[in-house]
């Protein structure tokens, strides 16, 4: 077994790895706040985040305000816009030296690429993409759900001899924190060395993707492959709805939707108030997408369709007539409230 950088009796505490580019916080750092603190509730430990960038005096003052007990922040020039290999020589020094007990991230890109190199350096393992997070009794160590061969089981992960205890977790699985009520948390600037050596990886230009983000939507219209020749209809549904339009794997692949309205699995997970979902099976790959919706609507022709399971609005027929009925009634009102 490859020696761990410290052991289970010196770890301590659970960390957030605060992402956030070009001062903005990631949206899915606070969904991890609100579940690591429940986490730290249930087992006593100090609740940390970290901040990692160029500047960041002002995303110290707005991480004091959030349900943490400490910010650790690290500074250098190097570090101001991500680079994998700076950012994880980074925080591995403070890894080392600070020794916390877990340490999650966003399965964002920057989260994937740096939560990969961290596990390799500090010799430890790396739970990614779980879909919920939970402390084992008895022993306290963190179990990480994932599912495994393309959907078809849950298996559960965990870490037992090495540290820090790690996760990632996809944006959208947890929701998002209510606003603490707590006093500030306490800001420790840590100093790292950031050899220029480690950055060989240069920004040249940086391009902000412009499209849609449907993770957040209120109101989605999910068309499926039994949606087909019914786009038209679907689009002026989910613009009487002022809904965002979402789609199945196999949708998308047929060109009815661009690829970042994929929900599931390999696309997004969403947690809309409202699905309506048209012709879609419900494969699991899909289904993991919409779990967290308050309120799902499904339209198949087919009563044994996997869909109506999750569900909780079934209406068995073709996708043609019950859409276009839709789309009139609420035309005549007007659109939605
Ligand atoms: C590793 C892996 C990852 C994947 N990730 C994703 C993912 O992120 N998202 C995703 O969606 N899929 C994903 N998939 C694919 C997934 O397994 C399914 O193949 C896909 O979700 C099926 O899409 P669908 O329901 O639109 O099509 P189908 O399975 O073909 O289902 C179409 C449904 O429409 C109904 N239907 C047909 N015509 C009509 C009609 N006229 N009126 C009413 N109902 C009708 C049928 O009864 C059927 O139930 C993944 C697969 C793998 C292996």
Not at 263 to 280: D, E, F, N, S
Not at 316 to 330: C, N, W
Request: hydrophobic content about 50%; glycine content about 10%.
């Amino acid at each position: 077994m490859i020696d761990p950088a410290y052991s289970p009796q010196e770890a301590r505490g659970i960390w957030v790895f605060l992402e956030q580019d070009a001062g903005v916080l990631a949206p899915v750092s606070l969904e991890l706040l609100a579940k690591a603190r429940a986490l730290a509730t249930e087992s006593g430990a100090e609740l940390t985040g970290l901040l990692v960038g160029g500047d960041l005096a002002a995303l110290e003052a707005t991480a004091a305000k959030l349900d943490l007990d400490r910010v650790v922040s690290v500074a250098h020039p190097l570090l101001t816009q991500f680079t994998a290999e700076a950012y994880a020589h980074a925080v591995d020094q403070v890894i080392r030296t600070q020794k916390p007990d877990i340490f999650l991230l966003g399965a964002t890109a920057y989260g994937r690429d740096l939560a990969g190199r961290l596990a390799v350096m500090l010799r430890t393992g790396l739970t990614a993409d779980c879909t919920d997070l939970a402390l084992e009794a008895g022993t306290g160590l963190l179990l990480g759900e994932v599912s495994g061969f393309g959907g078809g089981v849950l298996a559960t992960i965990r870490c037992e001899q090495h540290r820090p205890q790690m996760a990632t977790v996809r944006p959208g699985v947890f929701p998002e924190p209510a606003a603490a009520d707590r006093a500030a948390a306490k800001v420790e600037r840590v100093n790292v060395d950031v050899p220029a050596a480690k950055c060989l990886v240069k920004v040249v230009a940086r391009h902000r993707k412009t499209g849609v983000d449907i993770s957040r939507a209120e109101r989605l219209v999910v068309a499926g492959a039994g949606a087909r020749g019914e786009m038209p209809n679907i689009e002026a549904l989910a613009q009487a709805l002022g809904a965002e339009i979402g789609a199945t794997r196999v949708a998308v692949d047929e060109g009815w939707a661009e690829r970042e309205r994929q929900i599931g699995q390999t696309g997004v997970i969403a947690r809309p108030k409202l699905a309506l979902v048209w012709g879609a099976s419900g494969a699991s790959q899909f289904t993991c997408g919409i779990d967290q919706a308050e309120m799902v609507v499904a339209v198949n022709q087919d009563p044994e369709a996997a869909i109506f399971e999750s569900a909780d609005i079934c209406i068995v027929d073709e996708v043609a007539p019950v859409v276009k009925a839709l789309v009139a009634e609420l035309q005549s009102h007007g659109g939605a409230e």
